[in-house]
């Protein structure tokens, strides 16, 4: 199969656009991507127990395992009417291809896997190591769950994970964490309240001792964030009864060296503060977890936790990226990502060296009308093909 051609490549892009595939309803396009891979010559490829697809070309050279990593979920559509654009449609319109998932990240995931097969084919696979290509599940509601099997069937070496970048290199990225608070009161009729304790009134206690948590900060990441975003009484509707139980959940961008320790004792120092000024004042706090249900059958289950990560600028990966896309014509500034990745797992968690490269921008993610531009994806499909060049030698 010829895969040098451009028009290859947006035909590819087009085809995975066409098939939704939102988180959990991924089987349609990860077919493809399997197919796609075996079309062109992966030596192996295999779907696993979550339902990622994960390539794989061996070199003819022992060395590093080189991966590069997506996912092939997206956000719903809610506004179908909205879009001027078949949001599944893979239209093309003004060098921009058009619909759900054209820039976080069918597209880069079509780049990806294009780039390894030319790469391969180029070199008549005399290189060292191997490379990897992963199209993870379910990133868009457990950013980095799926990733673990991933890191443990491919022990990659070096990440390159393929988000919108605009083809600059990411070389870190905030954390998240869903903290839960909750208070506990006592129930009576609201016609007696004083027979009762409102939980109501605890939480507001404890929230005006969270709010004054002072964010660290990061010379890299900025400072760490600790946002309500919801809150929710027990019972509710309440009709003509005091709460009983108040839950509320923060947002919490943590930074590195935030574990959940820190994540949590900051939250109780708070809580304590509150207890000081409001005896008998019952509360707690913990991370969420979730649950999730793959195309597969099988489930995902973790806490809603997603560690930090940074590569030094002066590391061997991020400084022979730099040189790959130097020699692809690329101009590549540095710097971080502003929302989370898979790079939570890979490197907040495993350690593996990472960096962030791909086509788009970060703002076209999750918008109406989704696109990503043909001279953008046909550059990062160049840029990754040197980057491989540089990293097996």
């Keep these: 199969m ?31 991507m399997k197919r796609k891979m ?21 070199g003819k050279r022992p060395g590093k395992t080189v991966l590069m990593d997506g996912h092939i979920d997206t956000v719903d559509v809610i506004d179908a009417p909205q879009w001027e654009h078949d949001p599944f449609g893979g239209e093309i319109a003004d060098g921009k291809i058009y619909g759900r998932g054209a820039s976080d990240m069918k597209g880069s995931d079509c780049a990806m896997i294009t780039a390894a097969a030319r790469f391969a084919e ?4 005399d290189f060292a190591g191997r490379v990897c290509v992963s199209c993870t599940v379910h990133e868009e509601r457990f950013e980095g769950v799926s990733s673990r099997e991933i890191t443990r069937l491919a022990k990659p070496d070096l990440v390159i994970i393929g988000e919108a970048t605009s083809t600059t290199v990411k070389r870190g990225q905030r954390g998240r964490a869903e903290v839960v608070v909750e208070t506990e009161g006592v129930s009576c009729h ?6 009762g304790v ?48 108040c839950r509320a959940t923060f947002d919490r961008r943590t930074l590195v060296g935030e574990d959940e320790a820190v994540i949590l004792g ?20 913990y991370l969420a977890e979730g649950e999730e249900k793959c195309w597969t059958g099988d489930t995902i289950r973790a806490k809603r936790y997603f560690p930090a990560w940074v590569t030094e600028e002066d590391s061997e990966l991020v400084q022979t990226a730099l040189k790959g896309l130097k020699d692809a014509g690329i ?32 703002s076209l993610a999750h918008v109406r009308d989704e696109y990503i531009e043909i001279d953008q994806l046909l550059k990062s499909c160049k840029g990754f093909e040197s980057i491989l060049t540089q990293l097996t030698r």
């Design 190 to 195: 609201s016609s007696n309240p004083e027979n």
């Design 122 to 125: 180029k070199t008549g696979r």
């Design 266 to 285: 900051q939250v109780n120092e708070a809580i304590a503060r509150a207890q000081e000024t409001h005896p008998g004042l019952k509360a707690r706090c």
């Design 38 to 58: 075996e079309e062109y010559g992966f030596d192996e490829v295999i779907i696993d127990r979550f339902g990622s697809v994960l390539g794989t070309i061996n």
């Design 331 to 362: 101009e590549a500034p540095l710097s971080h990502f502003s929302f989370c990745t898979n790079g939570s797992s890979f490197c907040g968690e495993a350690g593996i060296p990472t960096i962030g490269y791909g086509p788009s921008l970060e």
């Design 2 to 32: 010829d895969i040098d051609t451009n028009e290859q490549l947006i035909a590819f892009c087009q085809e995975a656009l066409r098939i939704p595939s939102y988180s959990g309803q991924e089987q349609d396009v990860a077919e493809l």
């Design 198 to 245: 409102n939980a109501v009134y605890a939480m507001t206690a404890v929230i005006d001792e969270i709010r004054k948590i002072v964010p660290n900060e990061h010379p890299l990441l900025g400072k760490g964030i600790l946002e309500l975003t919801d809150i929710i009484s027990q019972p509710y509707p309440g009709a003509s009864v005091v709460p009983s139980l």
